[in-house]
């Protein structure tokens, strides 16, 4: 069993920043990469971003990319979110979740954190 935890969301004005941490415990041993999701209101949870166990591939969705980024701790067991530029489109529930696979794909992820709400305000 692995267990996501996820923090840091919160309400900012369009072009403001966050990070969002996501702490896994349990057996995160096999976890081959974690990933970022969100899903907005009235609308299907879609890829972010991800990166591997080891950071050395890292993955963006095109909607975010040059404005967020994504990092990790191995000794904190923590996965983050910088979240620039933020625009009013970013407004979601925010997921992290991890699979034993690399993969970009919603369905192989096994395991997920209970999410945290990002709004941004025009």
């Known amino acids: 069993q692995v267990q996501l935890v996820e923090s840091g969301g919160g309400l900012v004005q369009a072009g403001g920043s966050l990070r969002l941490s996501c702490a896994a415990s349990?057996?995160?041993?096999?976890?081959?990469?974690t990933g970022w999701f969100r899903q907005a209101p009235g609308k299907e949870r879609e890829f972010v971003a991800a990166?591997?166990?080891?950071?050395?591939?890292?993955f963006y969705a095109d909607a975010v990319k040059g404005r967020f980024t994504i990092s990790r701790d191995n000794a904190k067991n923590t996965v983050y979110l910088q979240m620039n530029s933020l625009k009013p489109e970013d407004t979601a529930v925010y997921y992290c979740?991890?699979?034993?696979?690399?993969?970009?794909?919603?369905?192989?992820?096994?395991?997920w954190g209970q999410g945290t709400q990002v709004t941004v305000s025009s």
């Open positions: 979740a991890t699979s034993p696979n690399l993969t970009l794909e919603l369905s192989r992820y096994d395991y």
């Open positions: 349990g057996r995160t041993s096999n976890r081959y990469i």
């Open positions: 990166i591997t166990e080891s950071g050395g591939q890292l």
